[in-house]
Structure formats: structure tokens, C-alpha cells
């Protein structure tokens, strides 16, 4: 076997890893978002009313008017860490397949995203003195992912001209829902909350699906 063909499939192998990391992550947080919230009896949680940060917090505490007591806290808290870690890493994974110097800044944006994902689910609803690590660790997931989403998009779009569209247009769009929910100008911040959330896992499965048999060795 060359040593040129070793290497495609070396890459190949860290193309599927990366592919399957996203898909798994979207998958991972949809989940543990569904059982947690379903676990959650009393008071009923409701997804237009209830922050997704809430089904993290097994109080009970009163939080902006809200009674929040998540029995499966642990549940999203893991998933919170789980997506950012995995989004991370499935970006550091589809590298060989980015293009231009957005690619690192993609990549970047995906860490501060992990970062920022790890904090949420490490200080659920905690604050210091007025200082919360969970909003600040909330505010590096949703602006870093979505900054990531755009300039995985951006860093696509010669190869896959589609898949790149998709990126720069999902994560605008969940950065323009967050600023709709910071503004307050339409309410429903929680509605708002989540579709800025939502555009990476849409991102993730997209990306994930489209990326893994975009390799193979000896493809020419």
C-alpha cells in the first residue's frame, strides 16, 4: 500500500470520527433535553415558557418568576457538556476538509462553544455575588456555536456550495433569535432561546450527515 493512500485513509478514518461526532452530539442533546423535561412533572415544564437552562437546576428555586425543579437535572446537564465537547472536537476532526483561514477561526469559535457548554452544565443556575458563571458559560455556547456554524459554512462553501449556505444562514439566524430574545421585543424569550440553540443541532445533523462519505480513499 502507498504511503499516499495510507494518509487518505487516515483522513478518511478522522472525516467519519468528525461526521459522527456532530450527528451524535445533535442526537445526545435532543435527547437528554426530551427526558429531562419529560421527568419533570410539577410544576409542568413547557418548552415556550420553561429555558432550556432550567431542566439543569434541581432546586427548588424561583428563578425570574419561574418554580424551577428539575428531577433529571444531571440528565441535560450531561448533555449540555456532551454536545459542546463533541461539537469541538468534530470540528477539529473535519479540519482536512475545511478550506481558508475561516476554518481555524471555525474552529476557535467551536472551542469557545465547548467551553461555554461545560460551564452550563457545570454551574446550573449558580450565581456569585451577582456574577453567574452559568449565563456567561450560556452566552460563549450560543454566540461561539453560532459563529462556528457560520464559518464551518463559510469554510465549505467552494466544495459544497449548498451545505456552505446552510451554515452562514443557520447561524445568522440563531444569532438574530438570540438577539430577539436578549431585546425582549417580541417575548417568548424562551422560544427564542431555543431556536438559537437549535440552529447548531440542525447544524450538526446537516454537517455531520453531509460530511461523512464526502472521503474516500482514492477518490480522484
Do not use: C
Amino acid at each position: 500500500m502507498s504511503v499516499e493512500l495510507q494518509l487518505e485513509k487516515k483522513v478518511a478514518r478522522r472525516v467519519a470520527f468528525g461526521s459522527i461526532s456532530f450527528m451524535l452530539g445533535a442526537v445526545i442533546y435532543v435527547l437528554t433535553e426530551a427526558i429531562s423535561a419529560y421527568a419533570w412533572q410539577e410544576p409542568t415544564y413547557r418548552y415556550a415558557y420553561n429555558y432550556i437552562s432550567d431542566l439543569g437546576v434541581a432546586g427548588p428555586l424561583t428563578i425570574d418568576g419561574r418554580e424551577v425543579l428539575s428531577p433529571l437535572a444531571w440528565v441535560m446537564n450531561a448533555g449540555f457538556m456532551a454536545h459542546g465537547l463533541l461539537f469541538a472536537l468534530g470540528y477539529w476532526l473535519l479540519l482536512p476538509l475545511l478550506e481558508g483561514k475561516a476554518k481555524f477561526l471555525a474552529l476557535a469559535a467551536a472551542v469557545i462553544h465547548g467551553i461555554g457548554n461545560v460551564m452550563i452544565g457545570y454551574f446550573p443556575g449558580v450565581s456569585y455575588d451577582g456574577l453567574s458563571p452559568h449565563l456567561i458559560g450560556a452566552g460563549l455556547a450560543i454566540i461561539g456555536g453560532n459563529l462556528a456554524v457560520m464559518l464551518g459554512g463559510a469554510s465549505i462553501r467552494r466544495s459544497h456550495p449548498g451545505l456552505g449556505r446552510s451554515g452562514v444562514g443557520l447561524g445568522a439566524f440563531g444569532l438574530l433569535a438570540l438577539g430577539i430574545m436578549v431585546s425582549g421585543i417580541f417575548g417568548h424569550p424562551a422560544v427564542f432561546e431555543r431556536l438559537s440553540v437549535y440552529s447548531m443541532t440542525a447544524w450538526d445533523l446537516i454537517f455531520g450527515f453531509t460530511m461523512l462519505p464526502a472521503f474516500r480513499p482514492g477518490r480522484k
